[in-house]
């Protein structure tokens, strides 16, 4: 195929400028968990007194702790965008490194709540609650560790090759989009934490 | 130093670890459940609508994407009310 | 010579599967849902022997046709080289996606063998033997979902790059595209269940996982066709006088 001969290569940013793509899979991955949050009550309805039950068994006092680690790192990281955007690059990567070593404090907590779980014989197979709880806890999981690299990669500040401002703008896009993730995971735990620790409680 | 542009967030931060707080208070220590439950689901769909409009300036959005998102917070948390409610019979 | 000639074709050729997918996989099949792992070995055998017939006729078709998947594969590899060419890019993305579509064929062609052999002759085997066959080929189609995301998060992250002014894929489409596959990591819940949303027949894990699938598959087969017309338009207006 000869298509570098038939169409000359576009130049680097005329593609039309648009909603960053983030806000798209921020958007399909809300109605999912949405999805999941109403299947999880409608399947409470058949049988609250397990689901409660199941639900005390919970650290209340854990699944609020982790919701403030999560609100904080967030809060780190909407900081971390505001310096990028100032141009002061250097300062949003040291709250990039803040974020994270409060964020990982979740995995923390959240690895000894599964630890704990386990040793005392509770899984998947316990009941429809913990069915729930594992499913819903760990897919956000699995998004927390993928923001936590995506703020890894953030951390370690645009590449050092190449044009400086053409790096800078990429890094400062890439910043933008792995804040609003962030925050997505932030988000998501709010309704998590009330659903499994909260609702059910006393 | 924080700037000025950094207070919105600093702030928002405050308010949500406050709130939180009475979202865990009213669940752990509220006889009345009804409440209870009404209180932490309003609280969480106010922390979502505080997370989206400081954190992640959703106003910067696309309009279609922005009220996607508030009805989504707000839905999902009447909803796991409503269903709630229906199941307290 | 046309740079893009079959490509469109090849485009058509995974609609064709997907067409042929519902009717003799899904409903021939039996498997709009599938049977449910709650059924017990007995109940289980009943119903294979009572539509051991249609569920044998879907499968004889699904297992040859689901070659078309790995031409629809092709397709999508002769637009990603588009625009790595375009871009001076490798063809690192490219290749990956033509290996997951490869891959995702092969996830086609065993279980639809599998359940063509639970049909076959079920009036004279162990109702547990059938049940172990059928448990299998779900096995092996759902849980080797990650050859599917790897070819389409290919294909998502090199169409994202496209620099053009219109861009010959959607940005909401590329999302689409990658969300829906890496969606399948619910999967992972199938194999501990029995029954309920996260069962191999469940809402979660069949309705919403399919449904989701066959509309992207639909909505990313019918950009690469719109896509891969467009460059052949511009492949020929730039030819014009020649």
């Known amino acids: 195929m000869q298509a570098a001969e038939t169409h000359p290569p576009a130049a680097a940013g005329t593609r039309r400028a648009r909603t ?60 971390a965008n505001l310096a990028g955007r100032r141009g002061d690059i250097r300062r949003a990567q040291r709250l990039l490194v803040a974020a994270i070593a409060v964020g990982a404090c979740f995995g923390a907590v959240k690895s000894y709540e599964y630890y704990e779980k386990l040793s005392h014989g509770v899984t998947v197979a316990t009941n429809e609650f913990f069915i729930f709880y594992y499913a819903l806890t760990g897919i956000h999981f699995i998004h927390y560790v993928v923001g936590m690299v995506l703020l890894g990669v953030l951390a370690t500040g645009p590449q050092r090759y190449g044009p400086v401002e053409e790096s800078r703008a990429y890094y400062l896009r890439w910043l933008e989009g792995g804040s609003l993730y962030w925050h997505m995971v932030d988000l998501l735990w709010v309704f998590i934490s009330s659903l499994l620790y909260l609702l059910g409680a006393r | 130093m924080i700037g000025d542009d950094a207070l919105g967030p600093r702030n928002a931060w405050l308010l949500l670890l406050l709130i939180s707080a009475i979202s865990f208070g009213a669940a752990e220590l509220v006889a009345a459940r009804h409440l209870a439950v009404a209180t932490i689901m309003g609280v969480a769909a106010a922390k979502i609508a505080i997370i989206l409009l400081r954190f992640m300036e959703i106003d910067r959005a696309p309009t279609g994407i922005r009220r996607y998102l508030y009805g989504w917070t707000f839905g999902c948390a009447a909803l796991i009310l409503g269903l709630w409610c229906v199941s307290a019979g | 010579m046309n740079p893009y000639r079959y490509a469109k074709a090849l485009a058509w050729s995974g609609m064709v599967l997907l067409a042929g997918t519902i009717v003799f996989w899904g409903i021939l099949g039996q498997n709009i849902p599938p049977y449910s792992p709650a059924l017990g070995p007995e109940e289980f055998a009943a119903q294979i022997r009572e539509h051991a017939g249609q569920i044998r006729l879907g499968m004889i078709v699904q297992m040859p046709i689901s070659v078309l998947y790995f031409t629809w594969g092709v397709s999508l590899w002769v637009l990603m080289r588009a625009i790595e060419k375009e871009n001076g890019a490798n063809a690192v993305l490219s290749i990956l996606q033509l290996g997951g579509a490869l891959f995702t064929t092969i996830v086609f062609v065993i279980p639809c063998s599998v359940w063509l052999a639970v049909a076959y002759r079920p009036e004279v085997m162990d109702p547990k033997t059938l049940m172990m066959m059928y448990d299998f080929g779900w096995m092996f189609f759902d849980m080797a979902y990650s050859l599917t995301t790897l070819q389409l998060v290919a294909f998502g992250i090199c169409v994202l790059q496209d620099r053009r002014e219109r861009p010959l894929v959607p940005g909401w489409v590329a999302w689409l595209a990658m969300f829906v596959v890496v969606s399948f990591a619910l999967f992972t819940m199938m194999p501990l269940v029995y029954d309920g949303p996260f069962s191999r027949s469940g809402l979660l894990n069949y309705f919403v996982e399919f449904a989701m699938f066959f509309v992207m598959w639909l909505v990313v087969g019918l950009s690469v066709i719109r896509a891969l017309g467009r460059l052949e338009r511009e492949y020929y207006e730039a030819h014009a006088s020649s």
């Open chain 1, 20 to 79: 960053p793509a983030i806000w798209i899979f921020i958007a399909l991955d809300c109605s999912s968990f949405g999805l999941f949050f109403v299947v999880f009550m409608a399947e409470r309805m058949g049988q609250v007194a397990l689901f409660d039950h199941s639900s005390q068994q919970l650290s209340a006092v854990l699944g609020f702790l982790n919701a403030c680690i999560l609100i904080t790192s967030s809060w780190l990281v909407a900081w």
